[in-house]
């Protein structure tokens, strides 16, 4: 049976797995969940991760969650290119710095502001309060500021001269807030042409094809079509509190 992956490509995580496989050329299945339409509170979906989250690698019947854990899967199983994920002990051990520091940095804060410019104001029909928008960016500029000065300094890419699975999760968490309009790599050279070389690397094609559904797409009409699910209602009343 071919490599199932469950995958929603307005997530990040979701993008980072599928835009691995692309490039390496692993054959598999893609299995759409539907997160804003609540699907992975379905029961169909319950039977293949009780965690309720993608993206969810099923290979035969090993099913594996959390997308750092699928990327390192696939790089062992695979074999794929040794800049991915070194042998090398330190090259990897940075690797896993950034891997471990971004969970509650780049992507938290551009996860927020992707929420805050992107999606409450479609749900609610009103702007989020500018003090909590002006918190938010101030938090993710802290974070881009981090991530050039610390992992990424005046190295090509994070870990050296070549690639890697860091690389590819800081693009896709970099590129969520970009996907409502806020550009983060105006004035910020370095960070631009670390992002130009990790395109290059990736393919423009490949990379443009992961993220068409949050560059292209009205959320707005995504959400009015579907309604408002109760997990959002939720999540929102959860950020306002």
Known sequence: MPLELYLDLHSQPCRSVFLFAKINKIPFEYKTVDLAAGEQYGEEFGKVSVIRKVPVLKDGDFILTESIAILQYLAAKHRTSDHWYPADLQKRARADEFLSWQHTNIRL?????????????????????????????????????????????????????????????????????????????????????????????????????????????????????????????????????
């Open 109 to 241: 804060h551009g996860s927020k502001v992707f929420w805050f410019r992107g999606v409450l104001p479609a749900v609610t029909g009103a702007p989020v309060p500018k003090e909590k928008m002006d918190s938010a960016l101030e938090d993710l500029n802290a974070s881009l500021k981090t991530f050039e000065e610390k992992f990424l300094q005046s190295r090509p890419f994070i870990i050296g001269d070549k690639i890697s699975l860091a690389d590819l999760v800081a693009i896709v968490e970099i590129m969520q807030p970009v996907g409502t309009g806020l550009d983060v790599f105006q004035g910020r050279p370095a960070l631009s042409a670390w992002r130009d070389r990790v395109k290059k690397e990736i393919g423009v094609e490949v990379f443009d094809e992961a993220h068409k559904v949050i560059m292209n797409v009205a959320l707005q009409q995504t959400f009015e079509s579907k309604g408002l699910p109760e997990f959002l209602k939720l999540k929102l009343q959860k950020m306002f509190n």
